[in-house]
């Protein structure tokens, strides 16, 4: 069964400051990794998916990379602002996917 | 652009009772999930369906039933509720997995069974 652990579970930035979130996972056999971004109370949104043949994915300020043979994924996000503040999931999988508790994130002005 | 749309948004239920949670989605997409968040135990997916007429059991199946009748709905009932299913219930979608595409969410269903 795969295993997906985020750490740390919450963390405080000051904005400006680079958000570093890491996820690993038990399996590296696996089909893509996705990061989700969730705001208090609603579902989950989709930021980055990097196919099991990719190494990284940036979209903005967020870049997310996939080391298989670690079984880690990190997910970067640039000179963070008030506004990232939010929880952020890993999930890994295909079409069943295996979510890890999510790092909460909290941007200081 | 509705996406993926849940109802109801709330519901409080008595231990035994039975309800329906609804999921429709516009994008026609193949596959569609249920999950449910509970604190400190993450997401975890309790039936899935690959296709209409189709469905499949995931990580947490007891005490629910799902069916597909039309793509763009899916159901998840409980046919009598517990406790222990107080939860945020997630609908997704997504394309089949021929194309790998991300999953998208509805805003959930928060259910209280007493």
């Known amino acids: 069964k795969q295993e997906v652990t985020q750490i740390p579970a919450a963390l405080s930035v000051p904005e400006g400051e680079n958000l570093v979130l890491n996820c690993s996972f038990t399996?590296?056999?696996?089909?893509?990794l996705q990061w989700f971004r969730q705001d208090p109370g609603k579902g989950l949104t989709s930021l980055l998916l990097i196919q099991s043949s990719q190494r990284e994915q940036t979209s903005g300020r967020l870049n997310a990379s996939l080391d298989k043979s670690s079984g880690r994924s990190t997910l970067y996000i640039a000179a963070s602002q008030p506004g990232d503040s939010a929880t952020y999931l890993c999930a890994v999988g295909g079409n069943r996917l295996a979510f890890g508790k999510g790092n909460q994130v909290v941007v200081i002005p | 652009n509705a996406g993926v749309t849940q109802t109801p948004k709330f519901r409080v239920l008595k231990t035994g009772q039975s309800m329906t949670l609804l999921c429709a989605q516009d994008?026609?997409?193949?596959?569609m999930y249920w999950y449910r968040q509970d604190p400190g135990m993450g997401l975890r997916l309790i039936h899935y369906s690959v296709g209409e007429g189709t469905t499949a059991k995931g990580e947490v199946p007891d005490g629910y039933n799902v069916s597909r009748l039309k793509k763009q709905n899916f159901l998840l009932g409980l046919e009598s509720a517990a406790p222990s299913q107080t939860s945020v219930y997630f609908c997704?979608?997504?394309?089949?997995?021929?194309?790998?595409?991300?999953?998208?969410f509805g805003d959930g269903t928060r259910l209280s069974i007493l």
């Open positions: 399996d590296s056999a696996i089909y893509n």
């Open positions: 997704a979608s997504s394309y089949s997995d021929r194309e790998i595409q991300p999953q998208h």
């Open positions: 994008m026609n997409h193949e596959y």
